[in-house]
Every structure is written in structure tokens, then in C-alpha cells.
């Protein structure tokens, strides 16, 4: 039989505030266990959550990004359960009312085409702690400094058909909450966790089959394995005229392999209430528009725009539309006298690469958009070569002058004097007899290794295309 | 000296006619020899009261006096109070000591008073006569084998045994009213929202109230002045100016219009409590004021509303007390649920571990609609019907409870006749409206109270009335014999 992969995706994205959801403590990542947890974090007897505005905004973004309406009423409720990194025995979380209700991403997929992917709903709620196990003997410790810590939970519809569709939606999403700045997207520090609905059914039946839910998958590439995993173990039960338990399974990234964490049955009746404690949530129409009006462009606007506007091609506008800084940066260093396209190159290039090598982002960069405009300039009007070019770009990244004062300390202006060139080409040719006859004897390769050696000889500062020009003429008699 | 009212004491302070040290000695004197018949002590902090006493004379003598330089003070055991063990009146936090102070006891502190210690109370403010402590019944001052009311039964004995000028206390469903009403106090639940809980450990979240338990409607206003306003750190709180609550006192009550629920006079009142109300209805006559019959139509449902969302808050309120970070937890657990099931099973007593049962119940899957959904749809029914009718009147008048004080172990394998005790006070906590109990009468020994329910956060009308109503009796200056 033929069988359809139906997914939907529940994923946590943990909101870049400085403070806890509901308490002052810091959010910051790998603090000593428990040095950041309050009062509040740690349940003492008689403490009360006071919500964090900067959540409400951070979801009103999300929920605007994301075609979807916003609730101008919500409320907090309470999911109640044990568990010791639960110091409440309940998590403050949305239940009834969520912030964000019904809308879509649209998710460009390999072949190019696009597909729109519903979202059910996205609601605020608190993280909880951790438990550490193996840390003493006997027992287990708890560290609560994650424990409040805010998350946006962004529900998808059972929408995606594959996992390649479940992986463009994820990377859409992923690449979106950090550009709008509401999560950092760290999935090695648990800042975008993602758990996965699976199910099969007989292509062409309407019906959802049974699902299964798969959790702690933190990066893409595990996300992928574990849905490839649950699709053949899925199709292996059906084949066999088995019937799938929805259940709760958990992703083994060292074996590659996942297992039955808790059936339907056992799962908790998490007796949700409202959260007497809070007061119901109220957006008004203003503060929605608000916050509209400041929206950024979306990167998917962005990328339309880059490519009409400037000519770049898909992938350069995907780069630079894809991270609201460098697609600043990339705005503000063109110049009519430099094309969008070496713009483009550099930033996709050189500059991303030292950035990359030197892990600063590009806000960081020692190199700021107008410096870089010097020495595009300088590449434009022929002042000097690329490869001189990267020797002055590595100069400036180590705060050495500008493009010009560079160019000029190192002598680097490039050589246009077709006779000067010709000297340096005949004494190159003269140097290499072997590989000369070699060249006319058909090895039309050996052409690069005569550019180089004439480059070397004119340290870089040799037209390249004149040298070519040049050598070509004269090793054809 | 301890039938002396808060204003009096004051004004002694002031004269250097005593000092605050010697106040508070006489105080702590008193509740070593006599809280043996009351136990309405949980902790006394002799040494704590006597340094703050100290500071206080220092205060006096430098002329900077505050709202309450220098007065003792005693306070319910469910405000959490940096330093001094804080226990809820139960074993599962006999060892707790809160690493923060309440906004109330902060607020207590800042206006310069002295806390003689914490008071006995129902097992986290559950119970109405002090007998679900783990700590032991409260006793009444009035009658040893009654109970004091409850849930803040330590602290009306203390003050009406005179081992406290005044008290704090908090009403869920009448945790203050009641009580007062047993004890001959003036007590005043303030309307939700008007004094902070933060720090004061939960019982039902959307009903807990705090406020002050006083000889006289003058020393509860004193205390509405330092305990009222608005704190960033409950967001229910309402931020909303504190007016001057004894600014007002002495209006004339001339003209007001007070309205009697007919449905709060129904057969099965007690005849002395409906004889003692009508006869405050005569003096309230005198002093001007017009009655008029009124409706609150869904009164009826409110115990049953009540006794849905109350413990379905408290079970989700005491989930934290798991023995996992603080309190009590079991010797040797074997496991995770085996510390869950023995620390809560060991810690909590018989009638939290009921409300626990109930509320968590209520709020399960396949009875969340037909029990908490509908309980809340009632609240709404019962808020309306007093928002109605305080559009025709200024101020409601009730009897506080159906009896006088009950004898102690009356009521305890009842709990159905425990909850009606209630029954006069629950509505108001439904509805957030503040309430008052003050003194009108006694039957056989026992006093008998009144209730006054003013409009939202018109606590300043109710105390007026009490006031006025108090220059013109003498119910509120009687003390216990041999006190």
C-alpha cells in the first residue's frame, strides 16, 4: 500500500528577554545551578507571578509575522502536574485563550515551489528546570535556573506531507523568530526545541491515521532522522496489519532511535484552570498597531525585493534578506558606484567568513559598511586587483587605515601599464621554457600557472585580465 | 491596660505616659502567663518585639512617630516573615522559615509597630474553629469550650483575651468575619484587591483577602491605613489611591439607605442572633439611617459556588508543598511518588487533604464544566446581584453567622454543618466586596455580630457606620470575665 506522512509541528522558542516570564531573575544561559532562581523561580509559600511585558510584544511580533490574529483577550492557566523541576506543581502556560490564534507561514521548498503552512496557535508559558542526574550519589539534583524562563510555543497544523516539508517549515520558522529578535534559535542550549506529531495514512484517505509524538529533538538533522525513524517503524506496524499507540516517544540521537515514553493512557489530566494570580491578558487595538507599524520588513519581502530591485540572484538574496543585520549592512554599503552584485560577494565572501572565523556577528564587525565602500570602490575603478583587494580587506579587519591609506602604505594599485605588464610577461616566459612548450605542445591548462607567475612577479598588482590578454598572445607563437 | 484601643495606646505613647518597651513587656507577660488557656500563639518573638519595641521608644523620643510607633501588633502565622518561622498552622511547614517578608508585615514594619508573634490558625486557612490546626484548637476566651471561629481563630482570641491590642487576619470565606463575630471584635475584609498578598501564603488566590482584627471599627480603620495600596508585586492588586480610612469616622450616618437581604433572614437563624440584629437595626434607625428590604436572588448557591472554586484553587495552590525544596518531607523515600505521596500524606491534615480531594476533582477532565465552569457562572450571578442592589443601597446589613460561638469537636465530623457557618460571610469573597463584622449583642455569654458589606472599595462607608454605630453601644467594650 501506499502510505502518506502527515506532520505537524509543536516548537518551543525561548523569547530573548532579560528576565524570567514571571520573576526578575536573569534568563542568561549556563549560570551556576540555581544562582539564578528567586523567590518566585523556586515556589516559596506566599509568592506571586507578575507577567513581563516584553513577552506580550515579542508574541504580538510573532503573531503579526506570521499572518495570524491576536488575541485582544488571553489569559495565563495552569497546567498542573508533579514533577521536581516543577517547583509549583504547575506550569503557568495558555490553555483556552492563547495569544496568538489561526495564520501561516509560506515555506519555499527545493524544487522551488511554495507551500503554506497553517498555524493552529502560539501561547506564551514558562519553561521549567532541570533535573541533574549522576551529579551525586544516590540522588538527583534540580536546578531551577531555567525554571520561568519564557517560551513561545508555536503549534502548526498537521499540514506537512514529508520531511523535507517539515524541515523547510522549521528553517523558515527558526530563521524567522531571530530575525524578528525574539529568540536567539540556539538548539544546542534548548532555546528552539521542536517535538514532532507523526502519521500515516493510505494515500487518498481523508482520515488522519493514529499519531505518535516525538520530543527532545534538537537540532534539524536529528528532527529529520527521527521522522525518517517514525515513518518506517509507522509503516512497518501497518504493513503487518498492526495498529498504531499514540504515544509519547523520546528521540535517542546516540542510537538513532526512539522509545515509547508514555502511552495516551498514562498520560496526566493536567486539570487546566485559569491562573487566578494573573489577571486576564488585554491587547488593545492601539498597542496591536503599534506594534504593526514598527514591524520590519520580512525577510521574505526582503528577498522578493532584493532580487527585483538589485538583480541579485536567489541565493545572494536569500543570504542577505535572511538576518535583518546584514541585510542592513548590504543596504547601506551600496553606493552607485559599486554594483550590488560585488557588494553582495563580499559580504557573502570575505566579510562573512572572518566574521564567521572570528564568531562576531556582523553589528560586531570591525569593518563597518562605509570602510568596506572604499575598497569596493577601489576594485570597481580598477584602482586595484581582487587578490590585492583581499590583502587590503584582511589589513583593515586588523584596524591597519582605510582601503586608500592601505593601497597605498602597501604599494598595491594595480599595474594598467600594458608595456610595464609586457616587461614582467616576457621575463616570465623567458623563465619557464619547459612549461612554454609544454602550453603550445596543447597543455592549454598551464595558462593559470603563467597568470600566477606573473602576479607574483608584479606582487599582485598586475591587471589580470591584461596578463591574460598578454600571455595568451605570446605563447601562441 | 489591655482593654486599651490602638487610638488610646497612641495617645499614651505620645505622653511618654509608657513606653513602647514597657508595652510591649506587659504584652509578652501577659501571653506567657495566660496563652496556656488559649493557645492562640503559634510563635511568640519576645526578643524580635522587645528590639523593635527599642527602636520604636528611640522613634518616639526623636518625635518621628509613624501609623503605629511602637504598638504591638500580632499576626496571623500564614504571613511569611523573614527570619521567624512561618507554618500555615501545618506540620508540612513546622520547619519553615520564609527567606522574605510579606508586603503586609512590610508594611507592618515600615509603620513602626511591634509583632508580639504569630497566631493560631486553621491548617492554611481552612476550617471556621481554629480546630483544624496542627498546632492545637484555639480556645475562646468567652467560653473555653467554644471555638474562637476560624480560620483566624489565633488572632481574634489574642485580641479578645487581651494579649494583643490587635490582630491581622485573612478571609477567604469569612476567615475574619467569623471569628470576629465570636470573639466581639471589629473585623474588616477589605474588597479584593486592596491589600497586597504577596507573601501571604495561598489559600484560594481569587477570594484571600487580609485585613485587621480590632476592638474597635477606629483601630480597624488605623490598621486599613497601613496595610491598604498598591504592590507591583501581586498583580491583582488594584492600583487605586488609599484614602485616610479614619478621615471619615465621624460623619453623621443621617440619610444613608441600608439594605436587608431578605434572603439572609430566613427561618433557621438563630432567634438571639436575629433578635440582636434587629436590635441594630433599631439603633442604626435612631442614628438616621433607612432600611429597606433588598433581594441577592442566587445567595443560595453560594456555599455550593464557594465550595467548588475554593478548593479548586487550594489544590493547585499546595501542589508546591511536595518536600521537595522546603517543609516537611518524609524519612527515607524509596522513590519520587513515594516522597510525593508520604511528605504530603505525613504533612497535611485531615481537612486540606479534603479540599485537596475536591479540588482536584472538580477541575478533572470530564467535570471541569459541570463543576468549576458552572461555579464560576454562579460567581458572576451572585457579584451581580450585589452590584444590583448597592445601586439601590449604600450599605447591606446581615447577621455574620447563624450562631454564636459552637462548642469545640461540635462540628468537626460535619463538615457540611462546619462550611454553613459561613454561609453569611462566602457570598461577599464571591462577590470582592469588602465586609465587616462588628458587635451587636450576646447570647448566654457569647457574642453575637453584625455585617456590614459596603460597595467596592468603600471600606472607608462601612467603618463609618461601624463607628457611629460603636459611640452609641457599648457591645464592642466588653471584655471575657476575669480579663
Redesign the interface.
Known amino acids: 500500500m501506499q502510505w502518506e506522512t502527515v506532520i505537524g509541528l509543536e516548537v518551543h522558542a525561548q523569547l530573548s528577554t532579560k528576565s524570567k516570564i514571571f520573576s526578575p531573575a536573569a534568563t542568561e544561559y549556563g549560570a551556576e545551578p540555581n544562582t539564578q532562581a528567586c523567590n518566585i523561580d523556586l515556589a516559596m509559600p506566599g509568592v506571586l507571578p507578575v507577567l513581563n511585558k516584553a513577552v506580550v510584544e515579542m508574541a504580538v511580533k510573532f503573531g503579526l509575522a506570521a499572518n495570524a490574529k491576536i488575541a485582544e483577550y488571553s489569559e495565563f492557566s495552569r497546567k498542573n502536574y508533579f514533577y521536581p523541576d516543577l517547583p509549583k506543581g504547575y506550569q503557568i502556560s495558555q490553555f483556552e485563550l492563547p495569544i496568538v490564534g489561526p495564520g501561516f507561514l509560506d515555506v519555499e521548498l527545493k524544487d522551488g515551489s511554495v507551500k503554506r503552512i497553517g498555524i493552529t496557535r502560539a501561547h506564551l508559558e514558562e519553561d521549567a528546570g532541570k533535573s541533574l542526574h549522576g551529579a551525586m550519589p544516590h540522588s538527583s539534583g534540580i536546578d531551577l535556573n531555567r525554571a520561568g524562563t519564557p517560551l513561545l510555543e508555536i503549534v502548526s497544523e498537521p499540514d506537512m506531507r514529508s520531511a523535507e516539508e517539515a524541515i523547510a517549515y522549521l528553517k523558515t520558522l527558526h530563521n524567522l523568530v531571530r530575525y524578528l529578535g525574539i529568540c536567539d534559535g540556539n538548539m544546542q542550549e534548548g532555546s528552539f526545541r521542536c517535538d514532532v506529531n507523526v502519521s500515516l495514512r493510505p494515500v487518498g484517505q481523508k482520515e488522519f491515521g493514529t499519531r505518535t509524538e516525538t520530543k527532545n529533538l534538537n537540532s534539524f538533522r536529528f528532527i529529520e532522522r527521527a521522522i525518517f525513524g517514525e515513518v518506517e517503524r509507522q509503516k512497518e506496524i501497518l504493513e503487518n496489519g498492526g495498529k498504531i499507540t499514540q504515544e509519547t516517544r523520546l528521540y535517542d540521537s546516540d542510537l538513532d532511535e526512539s522509545r515509547s515514553m508514555r502511552s495516551k493512557e498514562e498520560a496526566n489530566d493536567y486539570r487546566y484552570f485559569p491562573d487566578p494570580d494573573l489577571l486576564p491578558l488585554e491587547i488593545s487595538t492601539n498597542v496591536i498597531e503599534k506594534i504593526k507599524q514598527e514591524m520590519p520588513e520580512l525577510p521574505w519581502e526582503k528577498r522578493k525585493r532584493f532580487q527585483e530591485q538589485y538583480g541579485l540572484s536567489a541565493y545572494d538574496a536569500t543570504i542577505l534578506a535572511n538576518d535583518l543585520h546584514i541585510g542592513a549592512y548590504f543596504e547601506k554599503l551600496l553606493d552607485d558606484n559599486i554594483s550590488p552584485k560585488l557588494a553582495a560577494n563580499w559580504i557573502n565572501g570575505d566579510l562573512a567568513a572572518f566574521l564567521n572565523k572570528h564568531n562576531l556577528t556582523i553589528n560586531a564587525s570591525p569593518i563597518t559598511p562605509d570602510a568596506l565602500r572604499a575598497l569596493l570602490i577601489r576594485i570597481a575603478d580598477q584602482t586595484i586587483s581582487s587578490s590585492a583587494a583581499k590583502t587590503v580587506f584582511e589589513a583593515m579587519w586588523n584596524q591597519e587605515g582605510t582601503a586608500d591609506e592601505i593601497i597605498e602604505i602597501k604599494g598595491l594599485k594595480q599595474i594598467t601599464d600594458s608595456s610595464a605588464i609586457e616587461k614582467i610577461v616576457d621575463e616570465v616566459i623567458a623563465a619557464n621554457p619547459a612549461q612554454v612548450a609544454d602550453y603550445r605542445a596543447g597543455k592549454d591548462k598551464l595558462i593559470a600557472f603563467f597568470v600566477g607567475q606573473v602576479m607574483k612577479a608584479s606582487k599582485g598588482k598586475a591587471n589580470p585580465d591584461q596578463v591574460n590578454q598578454l600571455l595568451k598572445e605570446k605563447l601562441k607563437n | 491596660m489591655h482593654n486599651k484601643t490602638i487610638s488610646q495606646l497612641q495617645t499614651e505613647l505620645k505622653n511618654k505616659k509608657i513606653s513602647s518597651v514597657e508595652l510591649t513587656q506587659y504584652y509578652l507577660k501577659r501571653i506567657e502567663t495566660l496563652d496556656k488557656n488559649y493557645n492562640s500563639f503559634i510563635t511568640v518573638c519576645a526578643e524580635h518585639a522587645l528590639k523593635q519595641a527599642k527602636s520604636a521608644d528611640t522613634d518616639i523620643a526623636a518625635g518621628k512617630i509613624n501609623l503605629l510607633t511602637g504598638i504591638p501588633i500580632a499576626q496571623k502565622d500564614i504571613?511569611?516573615t523573614a527570619g521567624i518561622k512561618?507554618t500555615?498552622g501545618s506540620k508540612i511547614?513546622d520547619n519553615?522559615i520564609?527567606?522574605?517578608e510579606?508586603t503586609v508585615t512590610q508594611k507592618f514594619l515600615a509603620a513602626g509597630s511591634v509583632m508580639l508573634g504569630k497566631t493560631n490558625m486553621d491548617e492554611f486557612a481552612m476550617g471556621s474553629s481554629n480546630e483544624t490546626s496542627f498546632y492545637g484548637p484555639v480556645k475562646n476566651p468567652w467560653n473555653l469550650a467554644c471555638t474562637p471561629g476560624g480560620s483566624s481563630g489565633g488572632s481574634a482570641a489574642a485580641v479578645a483575651a487581651g494579649l494583643a491590642p490587635a490582630a491581622t487576619g485573612t478571609d477567604t470565606g469569612g476567615s475574619i468575619r467569623q471569628p470576629a463575630a465570636l470573639c466581639n471584635l471589629t473585623g474588616l475584609k477589605p474588597t479584593y484587591g486592596r491589600v497586597s498578598?504577596?507573601?501571604?501564603?495561598?489559600f484560594?488566590?481569587?477570594l484571600d483577602q487580609a485585613g485587621p482584627l480590632a476592638k474597635t471599627a477606629e483601630d480597624a480603620a488605623i490598621l486599613m491605613n497601613v496595610i491598604s495600596g498598591y504592590d507591583?508585586?501581586?498583580?491583582?492588586c488594584v492600583n487605586r489611591d488609599v484614602p485616610d480610612y479614619t478621615a471619615d469616622l465621624n460623619k453623621k450616618i443621617a440619610g444613608l439607605t441600608i439594605g436587608l437581604p431578605k434572603e439572609y433572614f430566613i427561618a433557621g437563624l438563630d432567634p438571639a442572633v436575629e433578635k440582636a440584629v434587629q436590635t441594630t437595626i433599631t439603633e442604626l434607625k435612631k442614628l438616621g439611617c433607612n432600611f429597606k428590604e433588598i433581594s441577592l436572588p442566587h445567595t443560595e448557591l453560594a456555599a455550593s459556588a464557594y465550595y467548588v472554586i475554593a478548593p479548586?484553587?487550594c489544590?493547585?495552590n499546595?501542589?508546591?508543598?511536595?518536600g521537595?525544596?522546603?517543609g516537611y518531607r518524609c524519612e527515607n523515600p524509596v522513590n519520587?511518588i513515594d516522597l510525593?505521596e508520604r511528605s504530603r500524606a505525613e504533612g497535611f491534615g485531615s481537612e486540606v487533604k479534603r479540599r485537596i480531594l475536591v479540588g482536584?476533582y472538580v477541575?478533572?477532565?470530564g467535570y471541569?464544566d459541570a463543576y468549576?465552569r458552572k461555579a464560576q457562572r454562579v460567581r458572576r450571578l451572585i457579584r451581580d446581584d450585589f452590584v444590583n442592589a448597592l445601586k439601590e443601597v449604600d450599605v447591606i446589613l446581615t447577621p455574620s453567622t447563624p450562631t454564636p460561638a459552637f462548642k469545640i469537636g461540635e462540628k468537626l465530623q460535619d463538615p457540611v454543618a462546619m462550611y454553613l457557618s459561613d454561609v453569611f460571610t462566602i457570598a461577599v469573597n464571591l462577590a470582592g466586596l469588602p465586609g465587616l463584622s462588628m458587635p451587636c449583642g450576646f447570647d448566654k455569654g457569647l457574642p453575637i455580630g453584625v455585617q456590614l458589606i459596603g460597595n467596592y472599595f468603600d471600606e472607608a462607608r462601612i467603618l463609618n457606620v461601624a463607628h457611629q454605630y460603636q459611640q452609641v453601644t457599648n457591645w464592642h467594650n466588653k471584655s471575657p470575665e476575669n480579663i
Open positions: 504571613f511569611c512561618t500555615c511547614l519553615f520564609a527567606p522574605y510579606s498578598r504577596y507573601g501571604m501564603i495561598a484560594a488566590s481569587s507591583a508585586k501581586d498583580s491583582t479548586a484553587e489544590s493547585s499546595l501542589a508546591r508543598f511536595d521537595v525544596r522546603y519520587l510525593y482536584t477541575l478533572s477532565a471541569f468549576y
